[in-house]
């Protein structure tokens, strides 16, 4: 059997970009072939609709752990190209099947499912089923294959292309969305806890790359939060590559606003502060929107009053993809992504410090303006920004 394989890789929305498409096909191969970077037996090519790659067959595990880490790709299959050849296809699908037929006790339902996408080929493709499946049931039906369209436990596919044919028997899923760096830079606002990784990661999915603004308080809290955070940022930026991380100092703005503003108002004044902060980074960055981890309701700082109270500080968009989401959701896309085992180390949070005990779950605009008029809010954020650490992701 050949020592080659190929990757079928079928995108997921860049089919509805219309004359965008170009862009967004090259923005998938393209961190496509960064993930695969440091195998140099790579062949790519990208006839319409999908991308080809030709791999070594001993790369396979490998190549299919790496593309389940690109947002953009539908799903995937691993083959082998050959001629559209019918007694060579069915040759090919009895050596893929007896081994399952001898596993599954001799009684294993199959189909063939043909796809064509070049359709000048002679023959249609509920014509190419019956010409493979009718050979491969001659060879195996006596040993208990049965044909079975619709409750199938063994599906052999084969895609006619224009310039190629694949023949297959596995589908993977991708992580679907957009390629990374189709739609623009924004910034996450990465805490230590088990939310924020996960909305920059649904961000990287929606075509952005995300870059992390961390506001740390190592005087009050220790360096437990700072290496969280290193951990998350890196998992994140493993779906995405050339993300910045900000690590913002916190502590002075932190203690001015406990000291000097009502208690009730601490957490919402801590957020706008960050707020703030993130919008300035944002801007000399040119990223272009703030993303953030909030789920309405969750907590008392995250109600419609609160978060309209600490949105309007920045002119950005302020994205909140979690927004509609449960816990429980939102910690099983943790575990899917890796996060979350990082993220339950526990680790008081900056927010929680200084905690006040009844905290204002409806603030008004006018009243944390007061509180802040008590704070040179504006040199302290001055001070912040020239103090920050930038980290580049992809170094750690
Ligand atoms: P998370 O699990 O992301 O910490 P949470 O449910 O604990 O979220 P909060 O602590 O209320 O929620 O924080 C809401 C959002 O504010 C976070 O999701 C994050 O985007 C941002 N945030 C909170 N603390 C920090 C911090 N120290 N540095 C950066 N962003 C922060
Ligand atoms: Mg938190």
């Not at 703030?290 to 968009?317: D, F």
Request: a positive charge.
């Amino acid at each position: 059997m050949t020592e080659r394989r190929t990757v079928l890789i079928r995108y997921d929305e860049i089919g509805l970009k219309g004359r965008n498409r170009k862009f967004f096909e090259k923005c998938l191969l393209r961190n496509i072939k960064r993930v695969l970077s440091g195998t140099d037996d790579i062949d790519y090519r990208s006839p319409r609709g999908r991308i080809f790659l030709d791999i070594p067959s001993s790369f396979a595990p490998e190549c299919t752990a790496r593309l389940k880490t690109v947002p953009g790709i539908a799903s995937f299959s691993i083959g082998i190209s050959m001629a559209p050849d019918f007694d060579a296809i069915s040759v090919l699908g009895i050596q893929w099947i007896e081994p399952r037929l001898e596993s599954s006790g001799n009684s294993l339902k199959f189909c063939v499912k043909t796809r064509r996408s070049e359709k000048s080929f002679p023959k249609t493709s509920p014509e190419v089923n019956f010409e493979v499946g009718s050979r491969i049931m001659k060879q195996l039906s006596s040993r208990g294959l049965t044909v079975n369209i619709k409750e199938a436990e063994y599906v052999l596919e084969i895609e006619i292309g224009s310039s190629e044919t694949v023949v297959f028997d596995n589908r993977e899923p991708g992580l679907r969305g957009l390629p990374v760096g189709s739609s623009g830079n924004v910034l996450c606002l990465l805490s230590g806890g088990i939310d924020s990784p996960v909305s920059a990661f649904m961000m990287a999915c929606r075509g952005c790359r995300v870059h992390f603004v961390f506001f740390d308080n190592q005087p009050f809290l220790g360096r437990g939060g700072y290496d969280k955070v290193l951990s998350l940022a890196k998992k994140i930026n493993h779906f995405q590559a050339r993300g910045i991380l900000f690590v913002v100092p916190f502590q002075d703005i932190q203690g001015a606003i406990r000291d000097r503003c009502n208690e009730e108002n601490r957490v919402v004044l801590y957020r706008r502060m960050m707020y703030r902060i993130a919008g300035e980074i944002a801007g000399r960055y040119s990223f272009m929107a703030l993303v953030t981890g909030e789920s309405l309701g969750q907590v008392a700082s995250q109600t419609l009053e609160n978060l309209a109270a600490v949105s309007c500080v920045t002119s950005l968009s302020v994205f909140q993809p979690l927004i509609g989401m449960n816990k429980e959701s939102i910690i099983s896309r943790a575990k899917e992504i890796g996060t979350y085992e990082v993220s339950i180390v526990p680790q008081p949070d900056c927010c929680s410090v200084f905690m006040p005990k009844n905290p204002v779950t409806r603030s008004k605009i006018p009243f944390l303006e007061r509180d802040e008029e008590k704070i040179p809010w504006k040199e302290l954020c001055d001070d912040a920004l020239a103090k920050m650490e930038i980290i580049k992701v992809d170094d750690l």
